[in-house]
């Protein structure tokens, strides 16, 4: 065989590799758009329910526990699966949980139980832990490994797209836009009192059927949709994967810390979002909700514009910049006043994009036939998206400032920061004495 007729032959069989690639590409990236529609919501529930129940910033916070520690507690259930089962049928089960979770929320409404609520909500996020488990790898291992980073911050852009879709145009479906002070509630009768809270509760009926049933419908599509199982390493091979043996890897390990409190910062500086624009800017539900969208339009527009700059600049380095301008922003939502906050908050949005998935593909890098269970303990990790929004609740209940409760994320940004820069200096000193601490 010429040579020619050689490079004509690997070009056809690249060709016809990414054509077979293509649509699985696509119907999983949906998948992205999916869950971060749902997380985008949790910031709407969060003043919705304190109004419907009547709770405090550390209370309401327990939204983002009832959804992050499923995380922690499904992920490696959720990477076994996988490794038995497959990415496919992995998918399809956490949609199915994620559906009917979705649908549970109606039967949460009528009985006007917060718990009830909470648990729809775990169930959900039970769903999402096997989503993000599988279609996170799957989506590195779909094209060629020296592209693996940028096409995973291709994909987790459209979380970006649903950010601002979620808020702007299911957000006031929600929120009533109606506010009554502790004291104007205690003054209305009982009827009155059950009617109001009743009806705070119930707005997120119709929403949450809505989006379970299409998500039923798109785990039918999956089930009969040819998929590439994507094979990393022989059967015997993947036998001897382990835990144990995947930390053995620094990378992972502090890919673990790093995703941990960038996802409490995350969470942390979303979750309190309206509640910030309500309480520092003075402005109202609505209002709020509508720059919140922009928040989330934010996030999408920084996750473009970091899968294109990552082109030019290595993407570790990229995290590091980030890192840095987020540092000093969050500072600023803390010492700041008025209007000027909330746009801060916008500009956090834009510099987090990128972080969650370069932090993933940083952590897994290398694993091989350990890289489904790496997989599962970074997604494990998002646990401090349960744990650090109730320490700033519980920071804002104590001091009577939200703001002084965004010293969290100040500090979680500080540590994405010392991982990015342990990946880009090596051999650094600094990468001595940050082993050290």
């Known amino acids: 065989m010429s040579i020619e007729t050689k490079a004509n032959f690997v070009t056809d069989k690249e060709s016809m590799q990414s054509k077979k690639w293509m649509f699985p590409f696509i119907l999983v990236t949906s998948l992205f758009f999916f869950w971060g529609f749902i997380h985008n919501l949790d910031p709407i529930l969060i003043p919705h329910l304190r109004k419907a129940f009547r709770l405090n910033d550390l209370q309401s916070s327990f939204v983002d526990s009832a959804v992050f520690i499923a995380y922690f507690i499904m992920s490696l259930p959720a990477g076994y699966f996988m490794r038995k089962y497959g990415y496919k049928s992995a998918i399809i089960f956490g949609l199915v949980l994620f559906g009917v979770g979705s649908i549970l929320f109606v039967p949460a409404a009528d009985t006007l139980q917060y718990s009830f609520f909470l648990g729809a909500l775990f ?60 004291i104007e509630l205690e003054n209305l009768p009982v009827d009155a009192l059950k009617g109001y809270l009743s009806m705070e509760a119930s707005s997120v009926k119709m929403p949450y059927l809505v989006l379970g049933v299409i998500i039923l419908l798109v785990a039918i599509i999956f089930y009969f949709t040819r998929m590439p199982e994507i094979k990393e390493v022989s059967s015997t091979q993947t036998n001897d994967a382990s835990i144990k043996e995947a930390l053995k890897s620094k990378n992972l ?58 082109q030019f600049i290595d993407p570790k380095k990229l995290l590091t910049i980030y890192a840095i301008i987020n540092i000093f922003l969050t500072i600023y939502v803390v010492i700041g006043t008025g209007i000027s906050v909330v746009y801060t908050l916008i500009l956090i949005s834009f510099f987090m994009s990128i972080m969650f998935p370069t932090i993933f593909s940083i952590g897994i890098e290398g694993l091989e036939k350990n890289t489904k269970i790496g997989s599962s303990l970074i997604i494990m990790s998002i646990v401090g998206g349960a744990l650090l929004p109730p320490l700033l609740g519980y920071i ?42």
């Open 123 to 182: 169930i959900i996020a039970c769903g999402l832990t096997f989503l993000e488990t599988a279609a996170n790898p799957y989506i590195t291992q779909l094209g060629p490994p020296e592209t693996a980073t940028k096409r995973l911050n291709f994909s987790q852009s459209f979380n970006g797209l649903a950010a601002y879709i979620a808020p702007t145009f299911i957000g006031p479906m929600i929120l009533s836009g109606k506010n009554l002070s502790e």
């Open 396 to 437: 804002s209940d104590s001091t009577n400032s939200i703001q002084i409760g965004y010293l969290v994320p100040v500090f979680c940004f500080t540590v994405v920061f010392l991982f990015s820069v342990r990946n880009i200096i090596p051999n650094s000193s600094l990468k001595i004495d940050i082993e050290n601490i």
């Open 253 to 310: 390990r502090w890919g673990v810390v790093a995703q941990f409190f960038y996802v409490g910062a995350q969470v942390c500086v979303g979750s309190f979002f309206i509640k910030m624009a309500t309480t520092i800017a003075g402005l109202d539900e609505n209002m709020s909700s509508k720059l919140l969208g922009f928040y989330g339009l934010a996030f999408m527009l920084g996750r473009f514009f970091g899968t294109f700059l990552m």
